[in-house]
């Protein structure tokens, strides 16, 4: 190992997903010297939106108006969940810290005051969020007020129907019109991928020629709904120039697999990440941690193959959960992946998920995950495992994004917690 | 409405009893509760059985399955991959079996051809360095779905009518002589009367509770069974342990994937069968004896089918009571028009469709012969999309690329979907997502309906095939379905893909919470 780079940091930050980028920012942010390592990928899946919290109790299926009284409750009641660790002050704290960094970063973000927004979905659903990427917002407002809207999908774009969005949501928004454009694209069958669209509206000739297109299909209607492929690095623009060319507003309709608001997340953090110095190891995992002499971790990582060694004083730990590698699920049970660090986790196997998987208590599995000190790190045997290991965001145990709708809340806000404690005791 | 034969049940056997009776120029009306296959048909191994198995314990099925496996190589070609089997012992295995083995198979007419253990590892390098025995034998794989969709097809062609998703609710009898049977159509809650001459009762598993209705008692017990399947095929031809039939006994060849099985647990109804994670274990614990890289392969799912096996007294084990088949004519229960068809394996469906149908037709006086073990099984383009990887074949031989690909796993375009929807639209039958995945094979590749549940779902939505919240109902019973079959395999890779699924279904979509009591009928 000693032919290999090494790099010294004060802070690792392992993992790529919100937790880690919101964790590297706070870090930054602070004067922290920060590196980090991790797979950009799951971004890709992320909706884009930020959720605080938004059904409890999950058995009564209650989606929540007020995030904070939502959080109250359920604190009171699950004193473990990473929530109330932190408190609300810190909570809030911590997201507008984030949302002011995206918006530096050219990527705003608007809700109702402290209340939840209702999103709908391609599917026709609703979804409970805190804050929604700027494009959205007129689309948030439409449904609230039933403003008569014509909802546009693309030709070979699948997964996008403005006839199920209109149908599904008939009786709750009669205003509702689906109609279909064609869009000239560069693949040589006939479909055509999100990120693809997008690269051509952060040019003006593309949102000339959608807005062409568009024209003749909004008569009459209030505002016009797209799936949020409105440009990736312009997307304020984008809909700006739209809005003047059609003289209605415009939002877009989140949209997942892939995300384009969720590649926009990634590229926002990405870009405010080196311009705060943190220096970037991405699609780098990490492949052997020692917690080594002098107090150090030393972090063997690379693409593959082991390709440079990272010295840290600090490590927070934001790997994810099974998608993301953090855990792992064998047949004798849970793992963590990289310091081998003790899963909170069911009995057995059998107990692991319910017989139905849309059962609204979810999966007991989903709350397996890491146990932390009131400093976020990581426990084993009672005590923290290391003196300045932290862990932040969904691998985190005692808690259930998918089902409370709490996670980008809850990632930026635990990192927030961890960054915090180890500012705390950094050797001065 | 009215016919000559009345057949519940749209397994293997009631639509091979359809088309065997068609043939004869009987018209039949075939009811089916939910789709074809939805009972032993469509949870099997898929194994067209050499017969090698049963000839220590049942010789007279070993025998039938010797002749039938022939008939179907002859006659149903497109249903079937001759792959060839083996009969394998390991170190541990009872030694007094393997011995008596080829003279039991030779008596019994079927071909074991002894192998030395660098033979059988040579045809099959994944095979356990551990073998004291080996043979090989006529084993085949048999696409079941296939099967009963031809099979149904051509007895419409010919005149017969198929009714999915109609329950029977009551049968009514007048002096021994079952008259008419009342339907419930479950999709819209009409009731249906049929009256038919002859009543035809190949209901499976449910003969039991379709017997009952009739007034007559059948004694059937509720053999349950689980298989895997892996991601990609492991082997070529069906492998099996040449011991004392127990669990995890065969590894089987399908297509572009492997099936592992089975077990046979005693279940007391037929409400909830489901794969358990016990039983998924035993399975990869049997057959690291045969494949020891069994541990590291991905598995896709599991199913659960559940065995008819007629009781017989004195037998306390479920694997030692018979799978021969049962004809029963009821005459004992005071029924003079009633026929009960069951048991068997799929090996079989053909004898016991031949059986049944040659007592139907002689209490209808019709004296025409049986034709089904000479006519070839017609082989529709419509019936092929269940043929894995023939998707991707078909539409890259078509050089029709204008189309979207809305199962990316398994290659299925919009352009097959618009076709099977037609079809089933002219069959005036729905079209929804359980349908879909049971003609093609959306939904069984690794995603497991993640990404086509909705692209699919959006598409029917943009053809006008759903009003309302019922695309997203169908959806959630949809992802219900296919769960049943992931959950007890939720480890490494699959259950990533769990988490991604639940991640876009509730994370983002929020189908949790919807209400059933929102859904409009």
Request: net charge neutral; proline share 6%; charged share 20%.
């Amino acid at each position: 190992m000693e032919d290999k780079e090494t790099i010294d940091a004060e802070l690792a930050v392992i993992g790529a997903g919100i937790a880690g980028m919101a964790a590297a920012m706070f870090a930054s942010n602070r004067g922290i010297p920060t590196v980090q390592i991790g797979r950009t990928g799951e971004l890709a899946f992320a909706s884009g939106l930020i959720d605080l919290m938004g059904v409890h109790p999950l058995a009564q299926k209650h989606v929540q108006e007020d995030p904070w009284a939502a959080i109250d409750l359920l604190t009171k009641v699950s004193p473990q969940h990473p929530y109330a660790r932190l408190g609300k002050k810190k909570i809030l704290e911590a997201l507008n810290e984030a949302i002011a960094f995206l918006e530096q970063s050219g990527l705003p973000y608007q809700g109702s005051g402290e209340k939840n927004s209702l999103v709908p979905t391609p599917a026709g659903t609703l979804k409970p969020t805190y804050r929604v990427q700027s494009g959205m917002w007129n689309g948030v407002q439409s449904l609230k007020l039933g403003t008569p809207c014509t909802i546009v999908g693309f030709q070979g774009l699948k997964g996008f129907s403005p006839q199920q969005m209109k149908t599904v949501l008939e009786r709750r928004w009669p205003g509702l019109r689906a109609a279909r454009i064609s869009f000239p694209a560069a693949s040589s069958n006939s479909e055509i991928y999100p990120e693809q669209l997008a690269l051509r509206f952060d040019l003006p000739e593309g949102r000339r020629l959608l807005a062409d297109l568009l024209r003749p299909n909004i008569m009459n209607a209030g505002a016009v709904g797209l799936p949020a492929v409105l440009g990736i690095y312009r997307s304020k623009q984008a809909i700006e120039d739209l809005e003047e060319a059609l003289g209605i507003p415009v939002f877009e309709i989140p949209t997942i697999l892939p995300s384009v608001p969720g590649i926009r997340l990634k590229e926002a953090f990405c870009s405010g990440l080196q311009r705060n110095g943190v220096r970037l190891f991405h699609q780098f995992r990490v492949l052997e941690a020692a917690p080594a002499r002098k107090a150090k971790f030393h972090l063997t990582v690379g693409r593959k193959n082991a390709e440079l060694t990272i010295r840290a004083s600090g490590v927070i730990l934001a790997s994810g959960r099974f998608l993301g590698g953090g855990l792992h699920a064998g047949r004798n049970g849970i793992h963590e992946s990289i310091f081998d660090l003790p899963v909170h986790q069911p009995e057995n196997r059998e107990l692991w998920h319910r017989m139905n998987p849309m059962d609204p208590r979810g999966h007991p599995i989903n709350r397996a995950g890491l146990e932390v000190d009131k400093n976020f790190r990581p426990l084993k045997n009672g005590g923290p495992a290391f003196e300045n290991l932290y862990a932040a965001g969904s691998i985190l145990a005692h808690q259930d994004w998918m089902r409370m709708k709490c996670g980008s809340g809850l990632s930026i806000a635990t990192a927030f917690g961890a960054v915090e404690a180890f500012g705390t005791s950094r050797p001065r | 409405m009215q016919t000559q034969v009345l057949i519940i049940g749209g397994g293997a056997t009631g639509t091979g009893l359809a088309r065997d009776l068609a043939l004869r120029g009987i018209k039949c009306i075939l009811v089916e509760k939910q789709d074809l296959n939805a009972g032993a048909s469509g949870a099997n191994h898929g194994l067209l059985h050499s017969g090698a198995r049963y000839v220590a314990g049942d010789s007279p099925s070993a025998a039938q399955c010797r002749l039938e496996n022939e008939l179907l190589k002859k006659l149903a070609p497109q249903c079937i991959e001759n792959t060839g089997g083996l009969y394998i012992a390991v170190e541990g295995d009872d030694e007094t079996y393997s011995a008596a083995f080829p003279d039991l198979c030779s008596a019994a007419g079927i071909p074991a051809i002894p192998l030395t253990p660098d033979e059988a590892r040579e045809r099959e390098p994944l095979l356990t360095e551990r073998i004291t025995a080996a043979y090989e034998v006529e084993d085949a794989s048999i696409d079941p779905f296939r099967l009963s969709l031809s099979n149904m097809h051509h007895a419409t062609c010919l005149g017969s009518v198929l009714l999915r998703h109609c329950e029977v609710t009551d049968f009514e009898i007048d002096n021994g002589f079952i008259l008419a049977v009342r339907l419930r159509d479950t999709s819209n809650g009409q009731e249906i009367l049929v009256e038919a001459e002859q009543f035809v009762n190949a209901a499976g598993a449910w003969a039991g509770v379709i017997a009952a209705l009739a007034g007559a008692s059948i004694p059937i017990l509720y053999s349950k069974g689980t298989l895997l399947v892996t991601g990609h095929r492991l082997c070529h031809r069906v492998l099996n342990r040449l011991r004392p039939p127990s669990d995890g006994d065969i590894v089987m060849p399908g297509g572009t994937v492997s099936i592992l099985g089975t077990t046979s647990i005693r279940i007391e109804t037929l409400d909830d069968v489901s794969p358990t994670v016990n039983e998924v274990d035993l399975i990869v614990k049997e057959i690291r004896a045969l494949l020891p890289c069994i541990e590291e392969i991905r598995f896709i799912r599991a199913f659960s089918g559940v065995r008819p096996l007629i009781s017989q007294a004195g037998k306390s084990d479920d694997r030692s009571v018979s799978r021969g088949f049962s004809l029963l004519d009821h005459l004992s229960d005071g029924l003079k028009n009633f026929t009960t068809i069951t048991g068997g394996k799929l090996t079989t469906y053909r004898l016991m469709a031949e059986k049944a149908a040659d007592l139907v037709s002689s209490r209808l006086g019709n004296t025409n012969p049986c034709l089904t073990a000479h006519e070839k099984l017609p082989d529709p383009a419509v019936c092929h999309w269940t043929e894995p990887a023939s998707s991707p074949k078909k539409w890259f031989g078509n050089g029709k690329q204008q189309t979207v690909m809305l199962c990316e796993c398994e290659m299925v375009p919009a352009s097959t979907v618009d076709l099977i929807a037609d079809c089933l639209q002219e069959n005036r039958e729905k079209v929804n997502l359980k349908a879909l995945s049971l003609r093609t094979r959306i939904g069984k590749g690794p995603c497991q309906g993640t990404f086509c549940g909705a692209q699919v779902t959006a598409y029917l939505y943009d053809l006008g095939l759903y009003h309302s919240n019922l695309g997203l109902d169908d959806l959630g019973k949809f992802l219900i379905e296919r769960w049943k079959g992931i959950r007890p395999i939720l480890l490494d890779m699959p259950l990533a893909q769990a988490e991604l699924q639940e991640a876009v279904y509730c994370g983002f979509f929020c189908l949790e919470l919807l209400d059933p009591e929102d859904l409009e009928v």
